[in-house]
Nanobody, 120 residues
Framework: QVHVVESGGGLVQPGGSLRLSCAAS????????MSWYRQAPGKERELVAR????????NYADSVKGRFTISRDNVKNMVFLQMNSLKSEDTAVYYC?????????????WGQGTQVTVSS
């Protein structure tokens, strides 16, 4: 059974830091591209950062470049999002996503999300 579970969200002041974690099980983690998405109230879900299966290819949304860092541990089956210099506009529910395409079949798994609130 597939499980994707985020943790580490919370309330932080502007300029502060948080580290989100995502623990995965039930699939071959090391073969999946992992991503963090977020969705703010009244807005569409947007890609924040993604990392290839080996960690060799990383992409960030322009809005978080230089502030957020995505990383993964293929031994522990975990992916992380280090968020620094947080702004109020980073407030959202953050979701972990695992995705892989094989033989034209897309495997796509989501976590339940973790709330990040940036406020003084």
């Amino acid at each position: 059974q597939v499980h994707v579970v985020e943790s580490g969200g919370g309330l932080v002041q502007p300029g502060g830091s948080l580290r989100l974690s995502c623990a995965a099980s039930g699939f071959t983690f090391s073969t999946y591209r992992m991503s963090w998405y977020r969705q703010a109230p009244g807005k569409e879900r947007e890609l924040v950062a993604r990392i290839s299966s080996t960690g060799g290819n990383i992409n960030y949304a322009d809005s978080v470049k230089g502030r957020f860092t995505i990383s993964r541990d293929n031994v522990k089956n975990m992916v992380f999002l280090q968020m620094n210099s947080l702004k109020s506009e980073d407030t959202a529910v953050y979701y972990c996503n695992a995705r892989r395409t094989s033989a034209l079949i897309e495997y796509d798994y989501w976590g339940q999300g973790t709330q990040v609130t940036v406020s003084s």
